[in-house]
């Protein structure tokens, strides 16, 4: 086996946040779950869109989040989506490349826009989100380039790639090739409701092909259907070999091979926004175990990473990560 | 003479502003004049976004900015510019009207893709600007909706506006206007390269037509083509019914009919990023100025909303600039 080249090769839908402001009681008007992940149709994303405030537009996807986190932190990265050869797509594909993160997938040509992110950011700094998948729909196996995914210590797949069928087939196909090449590989389970999706097929992942999960409480509760963090914490530590399960302020439960490790958040230097926090812990902790750091440190760096992304809008970096976490001693 | 309708009518270049951070000697590296606006063409403006770094998209344009500041501070604005119906023109529109500023200038349907300007800012918080008119350069005189202008107490006018041809003629039609019904006409000379560029047309429209006009000191001292800002000072005092002169952080000079006014400026509680500093000060003294308020007062509202937008990327208030103004006690 040959020295990767990248350290994460991420997989996820291509999109563009589109963030703004709004109370609890606009999620209400539109039926906007809270804390969560909506897909919706073009239309009600324009709708949505028609009712809210003035907006800023920042390249996002979960997954493409991560990856500009990995190239914030000195990595090296490369992500595969699909956008469409417009003005949204061609800002996505600047932004991401400027960060120095590898990006190669061709733009669709035809067939949707790029995909959109209708984020709402509540006066709690939660955001709740509305997502008009668009051209990320048309992501192929074909696109999963195996020379990428080779090259990466590890790829990285999202939860979210099971909504758009033809990604789905994408994800499969990254896994099998990272795994014949001796790679690892790694899973955000994204969202609770995703996971209510897939529950069947995630935990089957989860059993046969993951290698590092990430999940948040709500999301592996879900996955496990049982009411307490603990209780899921019991199950999964048996089924993964590495999970890393986010608690927000109560900070992060690390199981490796059994081993459980229990560890602080960072405190955020102002609540802002938390939108890109658990694509920022991901990036911070994935970045720590390709460079061979303790499962604990892997942690305390995606914690790191987290604080920053909390305390301003929007889903990626805005200070470099490095230096952050090279303040912190790490 | 009926009651207006609009506090402010607002005629300019309709921009997406694409914001990034760089460091001085990228500007040197593209030859971009720090702290001015240079036009350029659409390859230009490509070759400069590409070396670019990470870029967040607001929408921006100065008069489109200080309507969108009138509207923060609870007055009523129309704006008048030209976007195309495209994804960068269909957010500039989303983003005026959500803020409750009248807009309903026809987009156009071929043509040049809506306007951007690059917006580098330095880690003085400075901002220099590399702007593509696009569609903005399709402005005509057909798009000066006469019901607008005269419904409204002050058109606010941008010397920016004379580098499209067909808006230098929309320009001299909505002063016109404006005149005609007995409403006033406001001019900010945008730029001290644009003064460079129409420094004698500049000249009489300030003796000749406009009732309260804003600058900076470097503009208003290329106008008259003297070495301090006292010199120009006097010159203008004798020219304009009412001056309002921005001096950064040493605050500003107000001259109504000859009787000239010193007022500090206010501070930030950051400096971020001085884009639409101007175009919020402008906002800020014209509202004061509608609503009848005193020459010194004008001008501590326009401190006030300019301080607010130094304090964060981007040009347009994102806190209440009523709720601020009211918490001065103004």
């Known amino acids: 086996m040959t020295a990767p080249d990248f350290h994460v090769a991420g997989l996820g839908n291509a999109l563009v946040d589109v963030l ?11 039926g906007i779950e809270k804390g969560a992940m909506t897909l919706v149709d073009e239309a009600h994303a324009t709708r949505v869109y028609s009712a809210l405030g003035p907006t800023v537009q920042v390249s996002g996807g979960s997954l493409a989040n991560a990856t500009a986190g990995l190239a914030s932190l000195g990595g090296k ?31 669709a040509t035809q067939g949707p826009a790029t995909g ?35 090259r990466a210590a590890i790829t990285f797949l999202e939860g979210y790639l099971w909504d758009p069928p033809g990604a789905k087939q994408a994800f499969v196909k990254a896994a099998k090739i990272a795994h014949d090449a001796n790679r690892q590989v790694a899973l955000t389970l994204s969202d ?9 097929e995630f935990r089957q992942l989860v ?31 048996g089924q993964a ?19 459980i490790h229990v560890v602080d958040a960072e405190m955020p230097t102002a609540l802002v926004d938390t939108t890109g926090a658990g694509d920022q812990f991901a990036a911070g902790f994935l970045y720590g ?15 790191i990473c987290a604080a920053e992304v909390i305390a301003h809008m929007g889903p990626r970096p805005e200070t470099s990560l490095a230096d952050l976490v090279a303040a912190r001693g790490l």
Chains 1, 2 share one sequence.
């Open 192 to 200: 609770s409701f995703c996971v209510d999706r897939y529950r069947t």
């Open 241 to 259: 070999p590495v999970a890393a399960l986010t608690r927000s302020a109560a900070g992060s439960v690390i199981v490796v091979n059994g081993e």
């Open 20 to 30: 703004a402001h709004a109370d609890d009681d606009f999620l209400i008007a539109h």
């Open 289 to 303: 175990w390709a460079t061979g750091r303790s499962p604990v440190d892997c942690a305390r760096i995606g914690s």
């Open 116 to 150: 959109r992110c209708l984020i709402v950011v509540t006066p709690d700094a939660q955001r709740s989100m509305t997502t008009y998948l668009g051209a990320a729909q048309d992501l192929t196996p074909e696109d999963v380039d195996p020379e990428t995914i080779s």
């Open 77 to 107: 990265a490369a992500f595969i989506g699909k956008v469409r050869d417009d003005q949204l797509g061609m800002a996505f594909s600047h932004d991401i490349r400027a960060l120095g993160v590898s990006f190669k997938t061709a733009a």
């Open 207 to 237: 059993a046969d092909e993951v290698d590092i999960l990430f999940a948040n409480e709500a999301e592996i509760m879900s996955l496990y259907e049982v009411d307490t963090f603990d209780a899921a914490l019991q199950i999964v530590s």
